[in-house]
């Protein structure tokens, strides 16, 4: 007999060098009811952080765009899991990823792009944001997937604005994908065999 339980442990690991980032990552928490995992400034997690990771049936990533892709403090995170990735710890899990970055495009494709293969090197399902652009004439700053987006959220905070004048439609983006993500690991969360 198989049973599952209902709830999903979702947690979002992220950097943030400005505090840009980090709204984005509360944004995706709260739409997965997820907990945040920040990596510091010295690109470290503590121990209890890298337990979470393991126990967590969804494993949200994100990071500004620096120079083309994530930070390098995301990149040392990055690095670490090959310890979970060789003994397969997060294999079969449900993987996602946002970035922010000051420019409208600031390549962060790339940087999504690389969350994705990090996912997939652990053995992960990557989640895609199924949100339709919104670029017509009549789009507004701060509608949903305004940066039209299909990988994950994307946002962008010009490099003279505070993270209290991000775009509401980034943000509410970062919101939705979060109950995604957490939806689609609710189905896919490993059953218990009694």
Do not use: C
Not at 56 to 82: E, L, N, V
Not at 157 to 167: L, T
């Amino acid at each position: 007999m198989t049973t599952s339980n209902p709830s999903t442990d979702v947690v979002v690991v992220y950097h943030s060098g400005y505090g840009h980032t980090h709204r984005m990552a509360q944004a995706v928490a709260e739409g997965a009811r997820g907990a945040l995992l920040a990596i510091d400034a010295e690109g470290n997690l503590s121990e209890e952080a890298w337990a979470a990771l393991d126990a967590a049936d969804a494993i949200i990533f994100g990071a500004p765009t620096y120079m083309g892709g994530p930070s390098w403090q995301f990149k040392k995170f990055a690095d670490a899991s090959s310890k979970p990735w060789f003994s397969a710890k997060w294999q079969d899990k449900v993987f996602g990823g946002f970035t922010n970055s000051a420019s409208l495009n600031g390549d962060k494709l790339n940087t999504l792009q690389y969350f994705a293969l990090l996912a997939g090197q652990h053995g992960g399902l990557w989640v895609s944001l199924a949100i339709k652009p919104s670029n017509t004439k009549s789009s507004m700053r701060d509608d949903v997937n305004r940066m039209g987006s299909y990988i994950g959220p994307m946002a962008q905070s010009d490099a003279d604005a505070a993270p209290e004048e991000m775009s509401v439609g980034d943000l509410e983006t970062a919101r939705l994908y979060g109950v995604r993500v957490a939806d689609m690991a609710r189905p896919h969360k490993s059953t218990e065999r009694v």
